[in-house]
Each structure stands twice: as C-alpha cells, then as structure tokens.
C-alpha cells in the first residue's frame, strides 16, 4: 500500500523539549516537503529536499531542523528555539524530473507544547 | 507565484455538481493549476491539475479558460464527503523546487 506516513498523529510535549516528527513514504519520490498549518490559515513551508543528503531552507526554517539520510525518510525536529511550536505539520513528497511535480501529503501530525 | 482568488464560501446539494472558481489573472506561461482540498484536520489531497487544456479525472473536472485567467473545478456528483476546504493553487512546472502556497481556499458544504 503505497504512500506517506506521519507519526504520532498527536504529539504533546513540554516547553523546552526537542522533539522529532516522523514522515516516511514508499513512493520512490526524489522530493520530500516539510510545512506547518495553523488555525485558519494557509500552508507555510518549513524545509525541502530534492536529494539525499541535501535540504534547503523554507519561508520558516528558524527553530527547525532536518536530515535526509535515506531517500524514503525525512523526519522535523522542532527545537525548543522555535517560539511558536504548536501546529499542524504536514509532510509531502513529489516526483522531480517531469513536466509537473505533485506533490502528496501524509495525514499529519498536530503537535501541542504545553 | 501568481496569487489566485476564490470565494470563501459556497453550498451545495447532494447529488448535485459543484462548481468552483478561481481567479488566476496573472498566471505565467510555464504556470499549471492545481486543486487540492483538506478535510479538517487532514491533510491535503490532491485532486487535479492542468496547463490549459480542460483535464477530468475520477475526482473531478478541471475547466481553465481560454486566456487562462480563470479556472472551474467541477465535483459532478456532489457527496456529503466532499464537504471541505478547496485550494486553487498556480505553480510553475518542471523542476522547480515546488513550493506550493496555499491561500485560504472555499470551503464547500454539500448538503442532503
């Protein structure tokens, strides 16, 4: 069954703490996205890669980090240095190389700092 | 990225089609449009995407005007499943690194 994971679906933790978000996907995508939604609002690019072992900076990248050591694999840390932490994350990945890349998003994973 | 407009909202019958607009005045050439939509508290699905030809799949119709300022996403039989927030979305082809902004999109009720 193909397609894109997120874990946990809701995550909390506590002021001050790292914490990872997972996104996995078996879609054989060369692209993978990292954005974050809040209430009412649009999608907001955190973090892209195009490549292993490469990744570039979204419109929000300040308090976030990631890696992509695997091509299937492209997990978020949100850093105690980021002010706002709790949101909607959402992963996605795309195929590059044709005319379109569309890209597909896991279901998400709504992280609340307490 | 041109910026598209949309109405914020809009109802409609079950088992009847959906229309929905979009404004896209300033697209570019090489610009495609796409339409996701997102349930609450979900993620964005994809749904269709075209240049300039009109495009159908099993989701949906997509109907981009001949100067391509405008586009209609049509759900032909509306289901109550198919109540959510609609984004209209341009973004350029090829191998661009693939931002796609979302505005704040339709929300489509369908109603019995």
């Known amino acids: 069954d193909g397609g894109i994971t997120q874990s946990p679906k809701y995550l909390f933790r506590k002021e001050g703490q790292n914490v990872t978000l997972s996104c996995e996907q078996n879609l054989n995508h060369d692209a993978m996205y990292w954005y974050r939604q809040d209430p009412g609002q649009g999608l907001r690019l955190i973090y892209y890669s195009q490549i292993v072992n490469d990744f570039q900076k979204g419109d929000i990248a300040e308090g976030y980090s990631v890696s992509r050591e695997k091509k299937e694999s492209f997990p978020l840390t949100v850093t105690s240095a980021q002010k706002n932490p709790t949101a909607f994350y959402l992963c996605a990945s795309s195929m590059l190389g044709g005319r379109t890349d569309t890209q597909y998003f896991g279901p998400g994973t709504r992280l609340t700092v307490l | 990225d041109a910026k598209t407009t949309q109405p914020p909202s809009m109802d409609c019958a079950e088992g009847r089609a959906a229309n929905l607009p979009c404004n896209h005045s300033t697209i570019s050439g090489n610009e495609y449009v796409y339409w996701y939509r997102q349930i609450h508290s979900q993620g964005p699905q994809y749904i269709i995407h075209?240049?300039?030809n009109n495009e159908t799949n099993e989701m949906a119709s997509l109907i981009i005007t001949e100067d391509r300022k405008s586009s209609t996403l049509i759900l032909p039989h509306a289901t109550l499943r198919d109540t959510a927030v609609y984004y209209c979305?341009?973004?350029?082809?090829?191998?661009?690194?693939?931002?796609?902004?979302f505005g704040q999109g339709t929300i489509l009720t369908v109603h019995p």
């Open positions: 979305i341009v973004k350029p082809g090829g191998t661009s690194y693939g931002k796609l902004t």
């Open positions: 075209g240049l300039k």
